[in-house]
């Protein structure tokens, strides 16, 4: 079992910057491919980020490219999300997760969500115009 607690969100202003974290326990951190998705209301959780279990090779939508960054610190097991240059169209509540069947280092795998074990239960970004 895997436990997942994201931190982080909040009320931010248009152009303003937030960092979300998502605290790992349970089965070794390191051996997770992780992912950050977002759900605004009414609409379907999308991918947002993924990184490989090194950190080595991450992967954007094209709607955050540029403007977010994904890291882990696989010794804290903390993943985190700093987004910046935040707009209104970003709130939504944003949730970490964990993927311990993803095997290729591919776009495809890491942005579906069926292939991610175990969620966190979600954190509000609201972001105000």
């Known amino acids: 079992q895997v436990q997942l607690v994201e931190s982080g969100g909040g009320l931010v202003q248009a152009g303003g910057s937030l960092r979300l974290s998502c605290a790992s326990s349970?089965?070794?951190?390191?051996?997770?491919?992780m992912g950050w998705f977002r759900q605004a209301p009414g609409k379907e959780r999308e991918f947002v980020a993924g990184?490989?279990?090194?950190?080595?090779?991450?992967y954007y939508a094209d709607s955050v490219k540029d403007r977010f960054a994904i890291s882990r610190d696989n010794a804290r097991n903390i993943l985190y999300l700093q987004m910046n240059s935040l707009k209104s169209e970003d709130t939504a509540v944003y949730y970490c997760?964990?993927?311990?069947?993803?095997?290729?280092?591919?776009?495809?795998?890491?942005?579906?969500?069926?292939?991610?074990?175990?969620w966190g239960q979600g954190t509000q970004v609201t972001v105000s115009t």
């Open positions: 990184i490989t279990r090194s950190g080595g090779r991450k």
């Open positions: 997760a964990a993927g311990f069947r993803i095997i290729r280092e591919q776009y495809s795998d890491y942005a579906s969500k069926s292939d991610y074990d175990y």
């Open positions: 349970g089965r070794t951190f390191s051996s997770a491919a």
